[in-house]
């Protein structure tokens, strides 16, 4: 089983920065891929990025530059730093793990095949 609690969500004019974490526990690293998922009102599901449990990155195209994933293995964290934020970025941004190889897990961005959602973080930029 695994646990997932995002923070750091918020509100920012267009270009400016935010950065969410979220806490795992209660599983160990093996093959465990996470992530983020956002989803605007009245719009599907979107993958934002994905990190391997060696530091492997994917990201969606959207973000490309702008957004960087990490983790710190050690404290069992997950980061997304968001950069130069537009309007279109605003939605709930969820932490997702999958226990998964990495080919799988980049798929699962395009897929949204995640098993372990965390309950979401509010993003809000204004234009």
């Known amino acids: 089983q695994v646990a997932l609690v995002e923070s750091g969500g918020g509100s920012v004019q267009a270009g400016g920065s935010l950065r969410l974490s979220c806490i795992a526990t209660?599983?160990?690293?093996?093959?465990?891929?996470m992530g983020w998922v956002r989803q605007a009102p009245g719009n599907d599901r979107e993958g934002v990025a994905v990190?391997?449990?060696?530091?492997?990155?994917h990201y969606a195209d959207s973000v490309k530059g702008r957004f960087a994933i990490s983790r710190d293995s050690a404290n069992n964290t997950l980061y997304l730093q968001m950069d130069s934020l537009k309007p279109e970025d605003s939605g709930v941004y969820y932490c997702?793990?999958?226990?998964?190889?990495?080919?799988?897990?980049?798929?699962?961005?395009?897929?949204?095949?995640?098993?372990?959602w965390g309950q979401g973080a509010q993003v809000t930029v204004s234009s």
């Open positions: 209660d599983y160990d690293y093996v093959n465990v891929c």
């Open positions: 990190i391997s449990n060696r530091g492997s990155t």
């Open positions: 997702v793990a999958e226990r998964a190889l990495w080919s799988l897990c980049r798929r699962n961005l395009e897929t949204i095949g995640f098993t372990y």
